[in-house]
Structures are given as C-alpha cells and as structure tokens.
T-cell receptor, first 116, second 114 residues
Framework: NAGVTQTPKFRVLKTGQSMTLLCAQD?????MYWYRQDPGMGLRLIHY???????AKGEVPDGYNVSRLKKQNFLLGLESAAPSQTSVYFC???????????????FGPGTRLTVT | QKEVEQDPGPLSVPEGAIVSLNCTYS??????FMWYRQYSRKGPELLMY????GNKEDGRFTAQVDKSSKYISLFIRDSQPSDSATYLC??????????????FGTGTQLKVEL
C-alpha cells in the first residue's frame, strides 16, 4: 500500500495564479483532511471531508476550496494564490470506527508551496 | 491564547540521555492525546496515543497524561540519533459529521548528538 500520496511535491506560483493539490489514499478511509503547516503556528486544519461528496470548513478555510468526488481522492484548490498561502500543505486520512472514537490520522509527505 | 502550548525548542541532548517533551492544553473536551513524530521534510507519523490519565509505555517511549493539570508528556529513554526529529503533541475532539479534529502543538525540535 502506498498510504497517502500528494501531488505535486513542490510548486512555485505567482500571486493571482491558481492551482490544485491532489491527495490520494489507498486505505479505503472514510475521512480526509487538508492541513497547512507554518513555523510557530503548527498544523492547522483547512478543510475536511467525512465521506465521498462531502466537504466542510476547518479553522483556516479562506482562499481555499476542496472537492471529494471519489472516496480515495481529496483535492485542494487555490483560486487566486497570495503570498500568505506560502506554506507546507499536508493531506491526512482516517478510518471510520463505526460510531466509536477515532483518533489516528495518516499523513502524506506534504507539498511545499511558495507564492511570490 | 492557544489551546495547546508546546515549547518549540530546539532541544539538544547526548546519545543515551532521557528526553522529556511536554504540552499543556486548555480544552477539557479533548478525549485522546497523541504524539506524532515528524522527520525533516516528511509528514507527521503517529508515535503513541493515550485515552485517559496515566502512563502508557511502548519500548523506549512513555506517554503520560495528567488531565487534572491539563498536561501531557513524552519520555524517550536511551535516546538515539535516529530519534532526532520534531515531536508534535496532538489532542483529539470530534468534528461535525464525524471524523476527529486534531489540535496540534507547534512541535519541539529534538536533536540527539553522538
């Protein structure tokens, strides 16, 4: 199993450009998440999905959109990139526990994005 | 004030030392307490989790939770250079509709020197 994979690994954008980050998981997990990691701020949740066709906002959703058309994929879009979106982006997934507690999340290797 | 506070370090110790990493939190609703390890330019990976107050041991690692003080710790015995990484504490709540909301500390950078 590849686990959680992210594409691309690195990207440099100019202000105002758009792009899509792709996350794929092969563990048949129900839940998927997008985080950004910034120095001194830790990991912050951008958007998440509790199943195919569903999305919801996390702590820092502004400037981002997401889609989950297939269970294994979770896309993060930047419509008009800004320098404040320079960050490392991580995707994660976690299994459904049949109503029981869910705690672990499995992370991808990250995408390093620079907006100039 | 952040919900989870963690000293960013860096922390440098000699090989074989006992390492103590700590986090404090303010939200009593947190249910699970986790430690993630993140190597440079990699994604975080779950190291240990605990559900209730007390200790949990896994090899050289011991996780400790004190809910009354809202304080969690990770101890690493006989530290090795391969333990050099950033250690993130994380606390779990419930997201609307399911899934778990992890609130992370900022991470403590650890370097174990030969």
């Amino acid at each position: 199993n590849a686990g959680v994979t992210q594409t691309p690994k690195f990207r440099v954008l100019k202000t105002g450009q758009s792009m899509t980050l792709l996350c794929a998981q092969d563990m048949n997990h129900e839940y998927m998440y997008w985080y950004r990691q910034d120095p001194g701020m830790g990991l912050r949740l951008i958007h998440y999905s509790v199943g195919e066709g569903t999305t919801a906002k996390g702590e820092v959703p502004d400037g981002y959109n997401v889609s989950r058309l297939k269970k294994q994929n979770f896309l993060l879009g930047l419509e008009s990139a800004a320098p404040s979106q320079t960050s490392v982006y991580f995707c994660a997934s976690s299994p459904h526990r049949g109503g029981g507690p869910v705690y672990e999340q499995y992370f991808g290797p990250g995408t390093r994005l620079t907006v100039t | 004030q952040k919900e989870v506070e963690q000293d960013p370090g860096p922390l440098s110790v000699p090989e074989g030392a006992i390492v103590s990493l700590n986090c404090t939190y303010s939200n009593s609703a947190f249910q699970y307490f986790m430690w993630y390890r993140q190597y440079s330019r990699k994604g975080p990976e779950l190291l240990m989790y605990t559900y209730s107050s007390g200790n949990k041991e896994d090899g050289r690692f011991t996780a400790q939770v004190d809910k009354s003080s809202k304080y969690i710790s990770l101890f690493i015995r006989d530290s090795q250079p391969s333990d050099s990484a950033t250690y993130l504490c994380a606390m779990s709540g419930i997201l609307t509709g399911g899934g778990n909301k992890l609130t992370f500390g900022t991470g403590t950078q650890l370097k174990v020197e030969l």
